[in-house]
């Protein structure tokens, strides 16, 4: 079983949906937890950073913790043509080498 | 603002040749730099860990010799693919961050084809 799991989609959607994108992972000691955005034959863009569980939003994007599940998920609200990329989830532990730990990204689609 | 930037973009050359490319933070100094390999379709897979003034640590399965890290500054960090062979071919980057617990910051990657 991989530590950190992800629906590798693709994802299609119309422009304006709200985008809902998830992963789930088998480690506890994970406690921070990011969203990165890569665009084709580009590195990933850090969108969301949060450390243990709650939410936190910036924009059109809203973050979700749920450590009891071990879930996290990024939302997307009024989605745009601009947003299709692929959205990867990343998670580390508090201690150590704080070596991130990546789902294999969900191909999203934003059909304008 | 976090910006990491990387170099080259693109690069072609022939089966033996050493290849350099460069990674920098330019407006933070990194304690730690990290050197990702990507292929098509699959997330990024860490190949070393860097820290400025020591000696990379890699994963296992990697070979030091073949990929030569040096970080010699807390805004620079380099990786060598020494004779460079076709499997060599991929898609490499490298990320930054400020210091630990903080999040890595993505350079725009390097693509390598070898002929």
């Known amino acids: 079983q991989k530590e950190v799991e992800q629906d590798p989609g693709p994802l299609s959607v119309p422009e304006g949906a709200i985008v809902s994108l998830n992963c789930t992972y088998s480690?506890?000691?994970?406690?921070?937890f990011m969203w990165y955005r890569q665009y084709s034959r580009k590195g990933p863009e850090l969108l969301m950073y949060?450390?243990?569980?709650g939410n936190k939003e910036d924009g059109r994007f809203t973050a979700q913790v749920d450590k009891s599940s071990k879930y996290i998920s990024l939302f997307i609200r009024d989605s745009q043509p601009s947003d299709s990329a692929t959205y990867l989830c990343a998670m580390s532990p508090l201690t150590g080498a704080n070596n991130l730990f990546f789902g294999t990204g969900t191909r999203l689609t934003v059909i304008p | 603002g976090a910006v990491v930037s990387q170099h080259p973009s693109r690069v072609i050359c022939k089966s033996g040749t050493s290849v350099k490319i460069e990674c920098r933070s330019l407006d933070f100094q990194a304690t730690t730099m990290f050197w990702y390999r990507q292929f098509p379709k699959q997330s990024l897979m860490l190949m070393a860990t860097?820290?400025?003034?020591?000696?990379?640590?890699?994963e296992q399965g990697v070979e030091k010799d073949k990929f030569l890290i040096n970080h010699a500054s807390l805004t620079l960090s380099t990786l060598t693919v020494t004779s460079a062979h076709p499997e060599d071919s991929s898609f490499y980057i490298c990320s930054a961050r400020r210091g630990v617990n903080q999040p890595q910051h993505f350079g725009d990657g390097t693509r390598l084809s070898i002929l």
């Open positions: 860097s820290n400025e003034g020591s000696k990379a640590t890699y």
């Open positions: 949060t450390y243990s569980s």
């Open positions: 480690n506890s000691a994970f406690q921070y």
